[in-house]
């Protein structure tokens, strides 16, 4: 069973940079599709940055440019290098693993715990 932990999270002032992690417990290869979402206090998760078991990437817009996922299979690990932080990137980070079915699907299989990321002005 895959389990994934979240770790990395923390507090930094506005342009600053944090790199957050997850480590996968579990053998996944390249079965899955993995992926970063964040959730801000009153509103919907939403879905940062994923990566496909081809390596191929995509973010959201708002995003675009200043956050980069990468894979590192043979470590089981996750990441998701954050730059030029905003007070409107403060949430919580979850990573996600999708299983692969010929596609990415839009719904995680599995979550991380989460981590807490806040950025001041």
């Known amino acids: 069973q895959v389990q994934l932990t979240d770790s990395g999270g923390g507090s930094v002032q506005t342009g600053g940079s944090l790199r957050l992690s997850c480590g996968v417990s579990?053998?996944?290869?390249?079965?899955?599709?993995m992926a970063w979402f964040r959730q801000a206090p009153g509103k919907e998760r939403e879905e940062v940055a994923r990566?496909?078991?081809?390596?191929?990437?995509r973010y959201a817009d708002s995003v675009q440019g200043r956050f980069t996922i990468s894979r590192a299979n043979a470590e089981n690990a996750l990441y998701l290098q954050m730059n030029d932080l905003k007070p409107e990137d403060t949430a919580v980070y979850y990573c996600?693993?999708?299983?692969?079915?010929?596609?990415?699907?839009?719904?995680?299989?599995?979550w991380g715990q989460g981590t807490q990321v806040t950025v001041s002005s």
């Open positions: 990566i496909d078991i081809y390596d191929a990437t």
């Open positions: 579990g053998y996944i290869g390249r079965r899955y599709c």
């Open positions: 996600a693993a999708l299983e692969y079915l010929g596609y990415c699907p839009r719904t995680p299989d599995v």
